[in-house]
């Protein structure tokens, strides 16, 4: 056999070719440049460590063969995502550690459908993974960090290793992202490729989200992926040697310096007859190939991994002391944590919501306190642990979970964690110009903990306010979000939703997003109506790299979205605007409309005009901005409360658009302004102090 000495760095990615059919392809010579224009020093170095291990290793093998000593890793993975489907769940990351411990323990029940060759050299690496529940800095931790980034895109840049790095020396890292580039689905390098103090920062496994586990966005097809990086990770090759490319006539001249896996070209399908380097059989059925029915790691191959978890090369030998399990959590996980979410956070009197434990750890009791006199508690994980739960009143909720293990308990109080609101809070038509007392009615959600929603006197298209989110501190990723409360739409026939919104790009074009979308379900479920994208109708003024303020109402856009569908007209009608951000300008809004059409008979005609009075209450005199959809004939009048008109605005024909009425400072008192077509009329309060 050839002794392997150069660096090599495994970055495997797959496409599909049939249902559940995937080939790899490999970019290694593009990796290994990248590492070493990163770290020039290194490519001279690395040889003689991957060396040094290799002699290593042939001696542990030769003196002691393999070992049975269960070694256990900590790991920790780092999930980077934009809020999308790469941020995958706390279960499909336990399903991809399950996978590991049952492959790397030769646990897996397809062992059945090993050939006979290799039957007898099937194994049990004695290799266990476990998600760390103390951090580096002693602090209790689930094993999984969540970190929102753009970089989520792009796996192949080491950055992404500089959001979130645990020593290497205690912990396996896994960083999980959307994408990696160049097809590729999970990378990782040999000890000896990162050996030395240069190489911390880079060593790990970064894998794409729907290659991790077999649920979720992952699949069974897929799930095998990080053991297979795993074993690179722990000195293996691919089990036709050195180079990227299987199925290559010359890979016969390599070998993976196993003994017991024949020299072999490599496979991207299954072909369980094949001895493409002479007389001996393929084994096509090893992690190591890409043949996708693998289902085994050899004796050599195991003895090979625990050669490298006995060497000091890269730390690996650190991870699996006692010490280090004991500092890393990974014996007896302590309870140290009470943590729920739910599946909403605002729902309607009479609905339900789902809580779902996410307590760490070995938890075995539960008790919830809902907030409204109901609690539920017991250690019946079916019943007590993700309960559900049906508020019978409007009002906001703290909720309360307990947790215990038997010997200890520990508490979280999440204060006004639920909003549960009435049917028809608000009746069509509905008109909001933000230059009342914020939020009023509307329920933002800053998801991420940045800038949120809030009113400002500095822009606006009407009136002396609107609605920002200040995108320019926003990093990318992050969303917020902006609900209505519930607004009647019983018995219409159509109704819209228009507003009026300013933003720009930034020098750098990006493709920020705002959403609008409607539920008929108070919330329950959505469906988008409108998108605005930062690429193409999102901006409404020139591109700027200074802090964006609509300079007039030129810099403001404005759309009416149609509703028509039957599922939304009800008392639970609501709608909600999203901003994700990727790296954008600011945003505001104003003059947000819901006009509503009914028959005649079901409910009074609704006008079709639009309006804002402000100040109101006033010290002074009023504004009054009202929006026309087509010209028509339009009386308004200010009346007192002894019933006598004050003041009459308008009489007479007023063409389609926006007209401004000034209403002249009156006595103190509450007045009534009254908006009339024809035999239908709208009526609004204010008041003069």
């Known amino acids: 056999m050839k002794l392997l000495s150069a660096v090599f760095i495994w970055l495997c990615a797959f496409n599909s070719i049939a249902q559940d059919h995937f080939t790899y392809f490999c970019g290694q010579t593009a990796a290994r440049e990248r590492l070493f224009?990163?770290?020039?020093?290194?490519?001279?170095?690395?040889?003689?460590?991957?060396?040094?291990?290799?002699?290593?290793?042939?001696?542990?093998?030769?003196?002691?063969?393999?070992?049975?000593?269960?070694?256990?890793?900590?790991?920790?993975?780092?999930?980077?995502?934009?809020?999308?489907?790469?941020?995958?769940?706390?279960?499909?990351?336990?399903?991809?550690?399950?996978?590991?411990?049952?492959?790397?323990?030769?646990?897996?029940?397809?062992?059945?459908?090993?050939?006979?060759?290799?039957?007898?050299?099937?194994?049990?690496?004695?290799?266990?993974?476990?998600?760390?529940?103390?951090?580096?800095?002693?602090?209790?931790?689930?094993?999984?960090?969540?970190?929102?980034?753009?970089?989520?895109?792009?796996?192949?840049?080491?950055?992404?290793?500089?959001?979130?790095?645990?020593?290497?020396?205690?912990?396996?890292?896994?960083?999980?992202?959307?994408?990696?580039?160049?097809?590729?689905?999970?990378?990782?390098?040999?000890?000896?490729?990162?050996?030395?103090?240069?190489?911390?920062?880079?060593?790990?496994?970064?894998?794409?989200?729907?290659?991790?586990?077999?649920?979720?966005?992952?699949?069974?097809?897929?799930?095998?992926?990080?053991?297979?990086?795993?074993?690179?990770?722990?000195?293996?090759?691919?089990?036709w040697g050195p180079t990227n490319a299987p199925a290559e006539a010359s890979n016969c001249d390599f070998d993976d310096n196993v003994t017991d896996t024949p020299n072999t070209i490599g496979y991207v399908s299954c072909n369980l007859n094949g001895a493409s380097c002479g007389s001996a059989r393929d084994n096509v059925q090893n992690y190591m190939e890409y043949s996708y029915c693998s289902?085994?790691?050899?004796?050599?191959?195991?003895?090979?991994?625990?050669?490298?978890?006995?060497?000091?090369?890269?730390?690996?030998?650190?991870?699996?002391?006692?010490?280090?399990?004991?500092?890393?959590?990974?014996?007896n996980p302590p309870l140290c944590a009470a943590s729920f979410t739910s599946s909403q956070y605002t729902v309607c009197a009479g609905d339900e919501v789902a809580f779902?434990?996410?307590?760490?750890?070995?938890?075995?009791?539960?008790?919830?306190?809902?907030?409204?006199?109901?609690?539920?508690?017991?250690?019946?994980?079916?019943i007590h642990k993700n309960?559900?739960?049906?508020?019978?009143?409007?009002?906001?909720?703290?909720?309360?979970?307990?947790?215990?293990?038997?010997?200890?308990t520990v508490s979280t109080t999440e204060t006004a964690f639920v909003r549960v609101l009435s049917s028809a809070m608000m009746q069509a038509p509905f008109s909001e110009g933000f230059e009342g007392t914020w939020p009023g009615t509307w329920i933002s959600n800053n998801i991420n903990g940045d800038e949120a929603w809030e009113t400002t006197s500095t822009a606006f298209y009407s009136g002396s306010k609107s609605l920002r989110l200040r995108n320019f501190n926003i990093d990318a990723g992050n969303v917020d979000e902006l609900y209505s409360a519930t607004i009647d739409l019983t018995g219409a026939e159509m109704a819209s939703i228009s507003y009026k919104w300013a933003w720009a790009n930034r020098s750098t074009e990006t493709d920020d997003r705002l959403r609008l979308s409607a539920s008929g379900d108070c919330g329950l479920t959505w469906s988008m109506r409108k998108m605005h994208k930062g690429t193409t109708n999102l901006p409404t003024a020139d591109p700027t790299d200074a802090f964006f303020v609509p300079a007039g109402i030129n810099d403001w856009s404005e759309t009416t979205v149609e509703l028509i569908n039957d599922e939304w007209f009800n008392d639970r009608f609501r709608f909600k605007f999203d901003f994700t951000s990727y790296g954008g300008n600011n945003l505001y809004l104003d003059d947000i409309n819901v006009v509503a059409e009914f028959p005649s008979g079901v409910k009074e005609v609704t006008p079709l005009f639009i309006y804002s009075v402000y100040p109101n209450p006033s010290e002074g005199g009023m504004t009054l901005d009202v929006h026309q959809l087509s010209s028509e004939s339009v009386q308004i009048l200010l009346v007192?409360?002894?019933?006598?008109?004050?003041?009459?605005?308008?009489?007479?024909?007023?063409?389609?658009?926006?007209?401004?009425?000034?209403?002249?400072?009156?006595?103190?008192?509450?007045?009534?302004?009254?908006?009339?077509?024809?035999?239908?009329?709208?009526?609004?309060?204010?008041?003069?102090?």
């Open 37 to 239: 224009s990163r770290h020039p020093h290194a490519q001279a170095t690395c040889e003689h460590d991957s060396q040094e291990l290799e002699r290593f290793t042939q001696l542990q093998e030769s003196q002691r063969g393999g070992g049975t000593q269960v070694y256990i890793i900590p790991v920790v993975f780092h999930v980077i995502h934009l809020n999308g489907n790469e941020n995958i769940s706390t279960d499909q990351i336990m399903d991809a550690i399950n996978i590991l411990n049952r492959d790397f323990r030769k646990q897996n029940a397809d062992t059945i459908a090993i050939v006979d060759d290799f039957v007898d050299i099937a194994a049990d690496s004695y290799i266990e993974f476990r998600l760390a529940t103390i951090d580096p800095e002693g602090n209790c931790s689930s094993g999984i960090n969540r970190v929102v980034s753009d970089l989520t895109n792009d796996g192949y840049n080491s950055d992404i290793k500089l959001l979130s790095n645990w020593p290497r020396n205690s912990y396996l890292n896994v960083w999980v992202c959307s994408n990696i580039g160049n097809n590729v689905a999970g990378y990782t390098y040999m000890p000896g490729d990162v050996n030395g103090n240069w190489g911390a920062l880079e060593d790990g496994i970064v894998m794409r989200s729907d290659y991790v586990g077999s649920i979720g966005t992952g699949s069974i097809a897929r799930s095998r992926t990080l053991t297979h990086e795993v074993g690179h990770w722990l000195n293996l090759y691919h089990t």
């Open 387 to 408: 309960p559900i739960h049906a508020y019978s009143e409007p009002g906001i909720y703290s909720v309360t979970l307990t947790v215990g293990n038997g010997v200890q």
């Open 295 to 331: 289902r085994m790691f050899t004796q050599g191959q195991a003895n090979r991994m625990r050669a490298a978890l006995q060497s000091n090369t890269a730390s690996r030998n650190q991870l699996w002391t006692q010490a280090n399990l004991a500092e890393t959590g990974v014996l």
């Open 640 to 689: 007192n409360a002894l019933g006598q008109v004050v003041d009459q605005l308008h009489n007479g024909s007023l063409s389609s658009g926006k007209h401004i009425f000034t209403i002249d400072e009156q006595a103190a008192g509450l007045y009534t302004l009254v908006l009339s077509k024809g035999t239908h009329s709208d009526i609004r309060r204010v008041v003069f102090r």
């Open 356 to 382: 779902f434990d996410n307590s760490f750890h070995n938890v075995t009791s539960w008790t919830w306190d809902f907030g409204d006199g109901q609690s539920l508690d017991g250690n019946d994980p079916l």
